[in-house]
């Protein structure tokens, strides 16, 4: 930092510093020229730094930006986290937790003091345990352990609900509090389970197990609730994921607070932010499906109504028509129309055969004139030789051949005497 901060002597003999640019006599530096020197000469260099220590009056604004302290024994240095960082945390600061930051060094002109602008932050302790997530949740993942292929779906109804968490955990009476309130017909099947310390990945995975031996439950929740990260880290080993995976029952995870994400939350059918939530997903609000049924059953009804109300209005009108009220005459009536039709039919047909006789004769005269006979009896005759055969020219007659000749009343029989020519 000293060389940053070097100096020499001007023309007049006073120090100024090398990024101040030198005045005319007699005219001083402001104070926040000074600041914005210094604040420039770390903006120009390299000065991100990791730094370790506890969290020291933390302060979120509605601006989204947070302001605090990082201290250790000997010493302390403000520090700033701009909304863009503070977005992406994935834990609750507060007072007196220990943490590492990933930070650049800045000035605040203002103040004239220089501080910390953090870019990434993360408890102290969580580093190690930040790696073993990721490579669990890599690992689990390339074995397609949090595909939606094996997600199950939550059962429609819930008669009898299995939970596994710790009887003397808030988690527990969030669920009773919820399922008595909601649909406290639905009987609840409680897995006593350690869901804190070494032995308890163990035990989780154990109890899932054991519940799906039992088998007489729907649906399972899985959780506990909030804390830090060595709390929730039994539901992130692979043994609970394993048994989350396995398990022929659809499991919700219930892990924490909204902002905890744990292996087992990837590996369950589904992920419930809270306890509280898990139970809203798992069981319907027998409440609410009371109003929706009542709400049937007046549409029902009413539809009922409107529909026997019409049939009976048809009824009336049909009661008091003309056919029912004076039967008789209606069949008088009717009888009297096939009477026309049947005469109608008749004139009809008695139409129809006198004009195909007609067309009838008309066709059979145009035949007679153009039968043979007809040209016979206009005095024309049809000569025959012996063979049958018609004669059509006197070169097919000698004198003495015998002849037929045929005339419209007969035939006679005739010897060709000589030619006439």
């Not at 020291?56 to 700033?80: A, L, R, T």
């Not at 870019?119 to 930040?130: Q, R, T």
């Not at 074995?143 to 609900?161: N, Y």
Request: net charge positive; glycine share 8%.
């Amino acid at each position: 930092m000293s060389d940053d901060l070097c100096y020499d002597s001007g023309e007049d003999g006073l120090p100024y510093f090398e990024f101040l640019t030198p005045r005319e006599a007699g005219r001083p530096y402001t104070v926040t020229e000074v600041n914005s020197g210094i604040s420039q000469i770390f903006e120009q260099h390299n000065t991100l730094v990791w730094v370790e220590g506890e969290l020291s009056g933390w302060k979120s604004y509605p601006s989204g930006h947070c302001y605090f302290k990082m201290k250790d024994e000997n010493s302390q240095i403000p520090g700033v986290m701009w909304r863009s960082a503070a977005d992406k945390l994935d834990f609750r600061p507060r007072d007196n937790m220990a943490v590492f930051a990933i930070a650049s060094i800045g000035v605040y002109v203002k103040n004239g003091c220089y501080q910390l602008n953090v870019h990434k932050m993360m408890p102290a302790g969580e580093g190690a345990l930040h790696l073993k997530f990721e490579k669990l949740k890599a690992k689990l993942l390339a074995e397609g352990l949090f595909d939606d292929r094996h997600k199950k779906p939550l059962p429609p109804s819930v008669s009898t609900l299995g939970v596994i968490t710790s009887r003397k955990g808030a988690a527990l009476w969030d669920i009773v509090r919820v399922v008595a309130k909601r649909a406290p017909q639905t009987d609840i099947i409680l897995i006593d389970t350690l869901v804190q310390g070494d032995k308890a990945a163990a035990q989780i995975a154990k109890s899932i197990r054991m519940m799906n031996a039992y088998g007489k439950v729907d649906l399972m929740i899985v959780g506990r609730g909030g804390g830090a990260i060595e709390d929730l880290w039994a539901f992130n080993e692979e043994v609970v994921a394993r048994a989350i995976h396995e398990s022929a029952i659809p499991i919700i995870s219930a892990v924490g607070h909204e902002i905890d994400f744990t292996i087992a939350d990837f590996t369950a059918d589904l992920r419930a932010p809270t306890p509280s939530a898990a139970a809203e997903m798992a069981v319907a609000d027998t409440q609410e499906s009371k109003r929706y049924f009542e709400q049937l059953k007046s549409r029902f009804s009413g539809g009922i109504n409107r529909y026997l109300t019409d049939v009976n209005n048809r009824v009336r009108r049909i009661k008091s028509s003309r056919a029912l009220s004076r039967p008789f005459r209606a069949i008088q009536a009717h009888e009297q129309w096939l009477d026309d039709v049947r005469g109608s039919l008749y004139m009809d047909i008695k139409r129809a055969v006198q004009s195909k006789n007609n067309c009838l004769k008309s066709a059979s005269a145009r035949l007679n004139d153009l039968s043979p006979l007809a040209v016979l009896g206009r005095g024309y005759a049809v000569v025959r030789d012996n063979s049958g055969q018609t004669v059509k020219s006197v070169n097919q007659l000698k004198t003495g051949d015998n002849v037929n000749i045929r005339l419209a009343d007969g035939a006679a029989a005739a010897i060709i005497s000589g030619p006439n020519r």
